[in-house]
């Protein structure tokens, strides 16, 4: 009825709000990616860690709002979901740092953990509906309710847009930062600068964790607000993807997780006005898109711009 | 002191994967214990209805065979390096290959042909799949994790797709599917069992894989550009050729799992083709360490396991968490305890436990 009412206009505003709504996973996913990467390792097992964040920050919304009330319990939840993320982080972090270990074999072993104790945790909360987040009303001003309800941004989206700059100020401006990168480029110049290699990429990792883990939050607290277990179905190892295509910047990080937001709504956007017919192949389209852009993006003789020196580089 | 290396290699082959079971198995008996049921007795339900009798014997074959086929999609490319997820996807498109050529083809042919050339489209469109990615791989650099992740995704839904609409048959409602398939073309069983003909091309393939990769010149050459990518260009060895052959045989196991699925269990292509026995296959071939005779082990441990879930949730003896959630954990504690194999000093010394030698 409502897309009656615009007509076509539907397609593009629909894309517009999943945009705005789906961006967020992927934004806070691929800051955490590029926080490990940038320190020389990575965490496939970021797509265990958003599910396992989605859980916790739903269970958590759910079990205190009798406690703190449904305004507060929300935000608890989305700070469950960072430490749950976080504790993934660090089994990750210590096992990817054992001798003679793949790091891209522990994060499978850590999607598959991840996941499976998410689904085992999260059993009782499927049907219970659990306080969500506010929502910032910017489309106030519209009369188009489409246009209103596209315009309900989270408060954070917002947290994650500022993040991403603030990211890239840390890795440029600040000592810490520094050393991550020292670390991720040359670790013997950052081991002969004193400083733990071990350490920094534990910390790095527990913290990109936890960014990935509210990311997890942001899909069962905001959008679509509910837990099931396919929530994430795969975006978590997207956003690892889109680090690659971002070049490892943090703000170039920000643009890109907009597109893959923008590539998931174009099948749900079609099917409100009414087109189906190819709805599993438009559903898909974050899939194909992912893939074309790492096929444009890789090379094979060049290192990419921006690659940390000793990624993926066993010790 | 002299090292016996083959008894030692032997050795490891069957006792890694066994070790990571047995911690995987610890793990669950905790959350067993947690959850208020006595672990002893869940194990022993558990061998009971994997391994306690003929009947649970069958079982677990029926579901190794599949996992022997979409293990070597990860193991073999493994050998070169190469860490490929993308089971799922390829025995997808292999059941979709196979069912597309099974129908068209129907009646109008002898059923033994029919059913070669839908081994053969299992086979081929599995292998061409992930041979798509080991190109990805050689000429553009892209992280072949990740692009055969990507794909199952896409394989799925290329099959929602087709079976929402093109393929889908209006005369079956229970859920949106294929139509089936000619009742002559149907995998047999072996004689005087349930099981059905694809066990032995699970083992077959297990054989002809260890065979190609410690035996022939191909897999020497697969194995020294696994070691040293750099070292096997200068000697001349054409690593892109290997990567494409070495991915497809990979890929195209895969795709005869789907053959063997669609042909001897669903009948018919639908969603259920979608069973994680891809997933699965990814576990085995890490606890089996990329060694495709130590696949058939872990296949059939792991098939008695999946069996054992089936069964055991029909009746719920102990107050214990589900079964499915066994499955989860077995799977994840399995794939956790891979690393800490991986670290033990008495193996590290020779060859095999380096990234796939």
């Known amino acids: ?315 | 002191m002299l090292v016996n290396q083959p008894w030692r290699r032997a050795l490891e082959t069957i006792c890694l994967p066994i070790a990571a079971l047995l911690v995987a198995l610890v793990i669950f008996g905790l959350f067993c214990a947690l959850a208020g049921a006595n672990p002893f007795g869940v194990y022993q339900s558990i061998y009971k209805a994997a391994f306690g009798s003929w009947s649970a014997w069958q079982n677990t074959l029926i579901r190794a065979a599949p996992l022997m086929l979409t293990a070597l999609c990860t193991a073999l490319p493994a050998r070169l390096g190469l860490v490929i997820i993308g089971n799922e996807g390829a025995l997808v498109i292999g059941g979709l290959a196979s069912v597309l050529i099974g129908l068209n083809l129907g009646t109008a042919l002898p059923a033994p042909v029919v059913q070669i050339g839908m081994a053969l489209g299992g086979i081929l469109g599995g292998g061409l799949w992930i041979m798509a990615v080991g190109a990805l791989r050689h000429y553009r650099g892209v992280n072949e994790t990740i692009s055969s992740l990507l794909m199952n995704y896409i394989a799925i839904a290329i099959l929602n797709h087709l079976v929402e609409g093109p393929l889908r048959d209006p005369d079956f409602v229970t859920k949106p599917s294929s139509a089936e398939l000619a009742e002559t073309l149907w995998l047999g069983n072996l004689p005087a069992t349930r099981i059905h003909l694809g066990l032995l091309y699970g083992l077959i393939a297990c054989v002809i894989a260890y065979i190609l990769i410690q035996r022939t010149t191909f897999g020497f050459a697969a194995r020294t550009a696994g070691g040293n990518i750099r070292a096997a260009r200068i000697a001349g060895l054409p690593v892109g050729k290997l990567t494409l052959a070495i991915c497809f045989l990979g890929g195209s196991a895969a795709g005869l799992a789907g053959m063997v699925e669609v042909a001897a269990v669903q009948k018919r292509v639908n969603e259920s083709l979608v069973s994680n026995y891809g997933y699965a296959g990814i576990l085995v071939a890490f606890v089996s360490r990329h060694n495709p005779l130590a696949t058939i082990l872990v296949a059939v441990l792991l098939g008695g396991i999946l069996a054992s879930g089936g069964i055991l949730h029909d009746r719920i003896i102990y107050p214990m968490p589900p079964f499915w959630f066994f499955r989860a954990l077995c799977f994840s504690a399995c794939s956790l305890a891979i690393p800490f194999t991986a670290g033990f000093r008495f193996f590290s010394s020779i060859g095999w436990s380096t990234s796939g030698q």
């Open chain 1, 1 to 315: 009825m409502a897309a009656e009412a615009l007509g076509w206009w539907g397609v593009p505003l629909g894309i517009l709000a999943g945009t705005l709504r789906g961006s967020a996973p992927f934004l806070f996913v691929s800051l955490g990616e590029c926080l490990t990467e940038k320190s020389g390792k990575i965490n496939l097992g970021l797509e265990g860690t958003l599910l396992m964040g989605a859980m916790s920050a739903y269970g958590v919304s759910y079990l205190t709002q009798d406690i703190v009330g449904p305004g507060l319990s929300p935000w608890l939840g989305v700070v469950a979901a960072g430490f749950s993320g976080m504790v993934l982080g660090a089994i990750h972090g210590w096992l990817a740092q054992q001798p003679r270990v793949n790091d891209v074999a522990v994060g499978i072993a850590m999607i598959i953990f991840g996941s499976g104790l998410a689904f085992f945790l999260g059993k009782p909360f499927i049907q219970p509906q659990a306080p969500q987040l506010v929502t910032l009303n910017v489309g106030g001003w519209s009369s188009v309710p489409q246009i209103e309800s596209a315009l309900k941004l989270s408060p954070l989206f917002l947290i994650g847009l500022a993040i991403a700059p603030l990211l890239q100020w840390f890795f440029r401006s600040t000592r810490w930062g520094l050393y991550v990168r020292a670390v991720g480029d040359s670790p013997e110049a950052a081991k002969a600068m004193g400083i733990s290699i071990f350490q920094v990429r534990m910390l790095s990792i527990m913290a990109g964790s936890f960014l990935a883990g509210i990311g997890g939050a942001c899909l069962s607290l905001y959008y679509p607000g509910v837990w099931t277990e396919r929530i994430s179905s795969g975006q978590g190892l997207m956003a690892v993807a889109l680090v690659i295509f971002a070049h490892w910047n943090p703000v170039q990080c920000l643009w890109a997780s907009l597109l893959f937001g923008g590539a998931q709504a174009i099948g749900p956007a079609f099917q409100s006005v009414g087109i189906d017919t190819y709805y599993y192949l438009f559903n898909a389209a974050p899939y194909i898109l992912t893939l074309l852009i790492m096929i444009i993006t890789c090379s094979p003789k060049r290192t990419l711009i921006g690659a940390p020196g000793a990624l993926g580089q066993e010790d």
